[in-house]
């Protein structure tokens, strides 16, 4: 199964440096799918959801609220402002997570229409972990 390397880096720092099968992302015109040996590009983040596909098949959920992303055949780097990891080894870890996606998501409501969209994918991904 090819895979491609995934970083996800804040000004905070690195919140995912590790391999993909596949990567979801909120683009500026919808939400769109990354693949090993993807054509390159690169082009704004939404607020929204990355949703990583790994190895193993689990997924995991970042929610970000805009950035960058730059996309080749082997590496994909998202460059985003702000961004929340919705996983954890516990339900305390989980609402924790929880918590902070949804202080994220309120910094940024006036700024976007779809954030009604995004609260109900926290929440979904939320239960996946739960």
Request: charged share 25%.
């Amino acid at each position: 199964m090819d895979t491609l390397k995934l970083e996800i880096l804040t000004p905070n720092g690195e919140i995912f440096n590790g391999e993909a099968v596949s990567v979801t992302l909120p683009g500026e015109e919808g939400e769109f799918g990354v693949l090993a040996n993807h054509s390159s590009l690169s082009t704004l983040l939404e607020a929204g959801v990355i949703d990583i596909e790994k190895e193993d098949k689990s997924v995991e959920s970042i929610l970000i609220n805009w950035g960058v992303v730059n996309v080749d055949e082997e590496k994909v780097i998202v460059l985003v402002e702000g961004a929340v990891a919705i996983r954890g080894e516990s339900e305390s870890a989980i609402a924790a997570a929880l918590d902070d996606a949804k202080e994220l998501i309120n910094s940024i409501a006036d700024s976007n229409p779809a954030i009604a969209a995004v609260s109900a994918r926290i929440e979904s991904a939320a239960q996946r972990l739960i």
